[in-house]
């Protein structure tokens, strides 16, 4: 799938207005702060939060093709802002599976929604689930992973790794719901 | 490289958009394709990464949101030339703090603003500029008048024959002064959106006339008028013949 990559430009210095960046970045941002947050409102306000702060500080970045990344670090930083008012949520304790890196069926994930998915993550360890949720929204290289969540690019593949294996953990270990069973595929 | 530690390296293999610059990866590919079990493993941890960032996709993105974004996105401020040193964040922050006090002592020695339509007006566009968030998306009206009902809003407001051309977006309820108003959102049809604010006449002192006054507020165009026991704010982006088109 081929990522539309050109924007509309405003004449001031090559940036890109501000409505093509909406059009083009506001769905997978959105995806990736319900990936993050879990809830529709927090969402919304960490992608309103994200377009408010390019709209004041955007004309700080020199290189418009570093727009997209900018914005994802953006809104990892104001989500990791926002954590710091919260107390963590308790998730599962499953080090000691994680260890055998399990076999997982494919009809098992066939059997989940995407809010069962954006759920599942929310109880992987919280410090791998952004690195996890770029790992699937994107086609971002590890390299590039690391420069939006400023981690080195060794602790990206370790969180990773960590937190593939506790998905599929969670995978295995999730119920399937009557009503989905039922339902078969659909 | 043994069977387990090819599984580590391959857990961060992406079907279809890898590379294989990886020299660890490439040993494990290969490792993959002699060893059936491993290579069993291998299938199947592609297909549950398929089957996973599918489902990734699938995360459906509030109708709303563009909307919002776009609104806010106008009255944002655009990039900004060099300032002059009376407008570095220091004096500005001095000159706030001057400005507060002034206000605070105005406040502590007149009496309270009254409840006047020209604050009710300047809060509702306001909201709509910054703070405004739908509780209900849906094109039904219908379900905004329950919804309005239930929260003790005017639910009996009558809709412009000019509006009722326009895409109905969804609804919201606000506040002013403890008084519930009801925002009924309207799509223009190029991404911008107009606002029906609804408020009962008894909460205002000074509520508008009956027939439709246009005034600008902030960077909206405003009209407003009253009609048996509600008093209306339409607001939207300026626009030749606004009276006209939508009322």
Same mark, same amino acid.
């Given at each position: ?5 050109s924007y ?8 890109p ?10 769905g ?7 990936s993050?947050?879990?809830t529709?409102n927090?969402a919304?306000?960490l ?9 004041t500080?955007g ?7 570093? +727009? #997209?990344s900018?914005?994802?670090?953006? !809104? ?6 926002s954590? %710091? ?5 308790p998730?599962?304790?499953i080090?000691?599976a994680?260890?055998?890196l399990p076999?997982?069926?494919?009809d098992?994930?066939s059997h ?7 759920q599942l993550l ?6 791998f ?16 992973i690391a ?6 690019l060794?602790? +990206? #593949?370790s969180?990773?790794?960590?937190? !593939?294996?506790?998905l599929k953990v969670?995978?295995? %270990? ?6 989905k ?6 | ?5 090819a599984r580590?390296v391959?857990l ?6 890898a ?5 660890q ?7 993959a394709r002699?060893?059936?079990?491993l290579g069993?493993w291998f299938?199947?941890?592609c297909a ?10 699938q ?9 919002s ?7 944002a401020?655009e990039i900004?030339?060099?300032q002059p040193?009376?407008r ?11 400005l507060?006090?002034?206000?605070l002592?105005?406040v ?5 603003v009254p409840d006047r339509?020209?604050?009710y007006?300047a809060?509702?566009v306001?909201?709509a500029?910054r703070?405004?968030?739908m ?5 039904d009206?219908h ?5 309005m009902?239930?929260r003790?809003?005017?639910d009996?407001?009558?809709v412009?024959?000019g509006?009722?051309?326009l895409?109905?977006?969804?609804g919201?309820?606000l506040?002013?002064?403890s008084?519930?108003?009801a ?8 991404k ?7 408020l009962k006449?008894?909460?205002l ?7 439709p006054?246009v005034?600008?507020?902030?960077q909206?165009?405003?009209?407003s ?8 704010v339409l607001a939207?982006p300026e ?8 009322l």
């Amino acid at each position: 799938m081929a990522a539309r990559t050109s924007y509309s430009e405003d004449g001031q210095r090559g940036k890109p207005d501000f409505q093509s960046l909406v059009d083009l970045h506001y769905g997978p941002l959105y995806r990736f702060a319900m990936s993050l947050t879990r809830t529709e409102n927090d969402a919304c306000d960490l992608v309103q939060q994200t377009f408010l702060t390019w709209a004041t500080k955007g004309h700080q970045l020199q290189d418009p093709a570093k +727009v #997209k990344s900018w914005l994802y670090t953006t !809104l990892h930083r104001a989500f990791l802002e926002s954590r %710091r008012r919260f107390t963590r949520f308790p998730h599962l304790e499953i080090s000691e599976a994680e260890a055998e890196l399990p076999s997982v069926e494919p009809d098992l994930v066939s059997h989940l929604d995407a809010q069962d998915v954006v759920q599942l993550l929310g109880q992987v360890d919280e410090q791998f689930q952004a690195a996890v949720a770029l790992f699937y929204l994107e086609d971002y290289s590890y390299n590039e992973i690391a420069g939006i969540l400023e981690i080195p690019l060794g602790t +990206v #593949k370790s969180r990773i790794a960590r937190g !593939l294996a506790q998905l599929k953990v969670l995978v295995l %270990r999730k119920p399937a719901s009557p009503s989905k069973e039922k339902g078969g595929a659909a | 490289m043994n069977s387990s530690e090819a599984r580590e390296v391959l857990l961060l293999y992406r079907p279809g958009t890898a590379k294989l610059a990886d020299p660890q990866m490439v040993e494990a590919l290969e490792l993959a394709r002699q060893d059936p079990e491993l290579g069993r493993w291998f299938e199947q941890h592609c297909a549950f990464q398929k089957a996973m960032r599918a489902k990734f996709q699938q995360i459906e993105v509030p109708a709303h949101l563009k909307a919002s974004l776009l609104i806010r996105g106008t009255v944002a401020p655009e990039i900004l030339p060099p300032q002059p040193w009376w407008r570095s964040p220091i004096w500005l922050s001095a000159a706030a703090v001057v400005l507060l006090l002034i206000g605070l002592t105005g406040v502590w020695l007149k009496p309270r603003v009254p409840d006047r339509f020209a604050n009710y007006q300047a809060r509702m566009v306001s909201q709509a500029l910054r703070e405004y968030r739908m509780d209900l998306v849906t094109n039904d009206m219908h379900q905004i008048r329950q919804f309005m009902a239930s929260r003790g809003a005017p639910d009996d407001y009558h809709v412009p024959q000019g509006l009722e051309h326009l895409q109905l977006t969804g609804g919201g309820l606000l506040s002013w002064r403890s008084n519930p108003v009801a925002m009924v959102c309207f799509d223009r049809g190029d991404k911008q959106m107009l606002f029906l604010f609804v408020l009962k006449r008894s909460a205002l002192k000074d509520p508008p006339p009956e027939a439709p006054q246009v005034s600008k507020v902030s960077q909206m165009v405003t009209v407003s008028w009253t009609h048996g026991d509600n008093t209306y704010v339409l607001a939207g982006p300026e626009e030749a013949g606004f009276v006209q088109k939508y009322l």
